[in-house]
């Protein structure tokens, strides 16, 4: 018994904990900085970027040298490994000349300690391939632009989603106030016999749908709040508090090059310095290469005589049984691909523009229909109040008046919401940040 009554104790300290814990202030400004970092889409392209940035700094292999050592050991009696080991170790002898001790040599023992050194001197198709790297590189970088803008995009449709579904709550809980009073007067003119028991069902029965609707409001706005968290890499559940109201911006959001059809161009250059690494494979290419090597019968080998070896290397390989062709063509088709998609980004982005700007006219002339509608919607629910408190209107006509000004202050809600989105459209498809 005393232990449940411990353990009950303690989770009301940690839910006492938990539910003083501060709300998570966040403004807009905020809530985009956070998705550029945290954004579920992100994680791939920054991969992506991060391995294309390896390839190039791999592709320096093509300028630096190759440095190895190598350390082995060997007992044989094989005449060509006997006759070379002691020679290595400088210890051959004039009885080792004699043909049997050449047939038949005895077991020798040979360790050798040895350094290696490969320099690329000429290799046309390897600095051809360092610049394909490089374009690669900046292309994922580009990419990771664009999709930072489309990261705080989507952080703002979040977070002016929270705002809006939170304002709908308040919306609702306005409009449960009045209809609170109006049940409250309808209630007192009833037992003044001024009004009917159906009056009073009437308001009863828009009290209910507006605690239905309030219900599934708040519902909406559990659901956009944990959506905005998730997109800010922030855990789900938590309290939040949106500091910025939904409103228009007040200028429009600068606009820049379209950071996708950079990286488009780059992918371009890629493919065009690809072609050329592939028709390069024809070409010679040279090396240097050196080696210091120590041999001796005993584990340490760095006391026997040192043997060096230098020399350069020419190699050229003009025909490879039709492979280098069929790279070539390879190479050719992804060039032509990348011009292709390219054109195809660039009129997909005209139309983008396009499209966004239209919507944003579309949005203010709805915003500005919502709100003169808005006004008279209001003007009329006074008078409709007015009206029924002097007996000259019905009950039926007050409460359709009154859902017919609630519903209007959603539209105008939903009106300002896609007007600003809009407005963040234009700008991300312009190139700017929203």
Not at 28 to 36: E, N, P, Q, S, Y
Request: proline content about 3%; aromatic content about 4%; overall charge neutral.
């Amino acid at each position: 018994m005393r232990r449940a009554v411990l353990t009950a104790s303690l989770l009301a300290v940690v839910a006492g904990s938990a539910h003083a814990q501060p709300p998570l202030r966040l403004g807009l400004v905020d809530a985009t900085a956070r998705a550029r970092v945290h954004h579920p889409q992100l994680t791939g392209i920054r991969a992506e970027r991060r391995a294309r940035e390896a390839d190039a700094r791999g592709s320096a292999a093509v300028f630096l040298p190759a440095v190895g050592a190598e350390w082995s050991w060997l007992r044989s009696d094989d005449p060509v490994a006997a006759f070379g080991a002691k020679l290595r170790q400088g210890v051959f002898s004039g009885p080792d000349l004699a043909l049997d001790a050449l047939n038949h040599p005895n077991a020798v023992s040979n360790v050798s300690l040895g350094v290696t050194v490969e320099q690329p001197l000429i290799a046309p198709s390897g600095w051809l391939g360092r610049r394909a790297a490089y374009a690669g590189v900046e292309a994922a970088r580009r990419m990771e632009t664009r999709v930072e803008q489309l990261a705080a995009f989507d952080a703002l449709a979040a977070y002016y989603g929270a705002v809006l579904a939170s304002a709908r709550v308040a919306t609702l809980d306005t409009a449960l106030g009045a209809a609170g009073e109006t049940l409250r007067q309808v209630r007192l003119f009833r037992r003044e016999g001024l009004v009917t028991l159906v009056d009073e069902q009437l308001a009863v029965a828009r009290t209910s749908e507006l605690e239905a609707a309030r219900a599934i409001a708040e519902a909406g706005r559990i659901e956009a709040t944990d959506r905005l968290l998730v997109l800010l890499g922030e855990q789900p559940g938590q309290a939040v508090e949106l500091l910025d109201p939904l409103t228009i911006a007040a200028s429009a959001s600068e606009s820049g090059s379209r950071a996708d059809l950079a990286a488009l161009d780059a992918v371009l250059d890629a493919q065009q310095a690809n072609l050329a690494r592939a028709r390069a494979e024809r070409l010679p290419t040279a090396g240097a290469f050196g080696s210091v090597a120590f041999h001796d019968h005993a584990l340490s080998a760095v006391t026997g005589p040192a043997r060096w070896t230098a020399g350069v290397v020419v190699r050229w390989t003009p025909f490879r049984g039709l492979r280098e062709a069929a790279e070539i063509d390879r190479a050719r088709a992804g060039r032509d691909r990348a011009r292709e998609d390219l054109a195809t980004a660039e009129r997909n982005a005209l139309a983008e523009v396009r499209a966004a700007e239209a919507r944003l006219a579309a949005a203010e002339t709805a915003l500005a229909a919502a709100d003169r509608a808005l006004e008279q919607a209001a003007q009329a629910a006074r008078v409709a109040a007015t009206r029924y408190a002097g007996g000259a209107g019905t009950i039926s006509e007050l409460l359709a008046i009154r859902a017919a000004e609630s519903a209007q202050r959603q539209s105008r809600l939903d009106a300002l919401y896609h007007a600003r989105l809009a407005q963040a459209q234009v700008a991300v498809a312009k190139g700017g940040n929203p």
